[in-house]
């Protein structure tokens, strides 16, 4: 997604039903995902927390 995605909108890489990343490991996958490094702050110490924490910064940036 080079130009990047709205908030609330689905990577197109990322299956809707798993929620896993279609091509992570592989050659397309983007610089940005592989910079990133999961922090308690954004991902909590479950996947829950990781949605709701998400979710709050998405609808506070959706503007």
């Given amino acids: 997604m080079p130009a ?11 299956d809707p039903v798993s929620l896993q990343c279609r091509i992570w490991g592989q050659q397309d996958y983007p610089d940005f995902c ?3 490094q999961p922090d308690v702050d954004f991902c909590g110490e479950n996947r829950d927390q990781a949605m ?11 503007a």
Avoid: H, M
Avoid at 52 to 62: C, D, G, P, R, Y
């Fill in 34 to 36: 592989r910079g990133f």
């Fill in 4 to 14: 990047g995605k709205a908030a609330g909108e689905l990577c197109a890489n990322l």
């Fill in 52 to 62: 709701q924490i998400l979710s709050l910064l998405e609808v506070q940036t959706s």
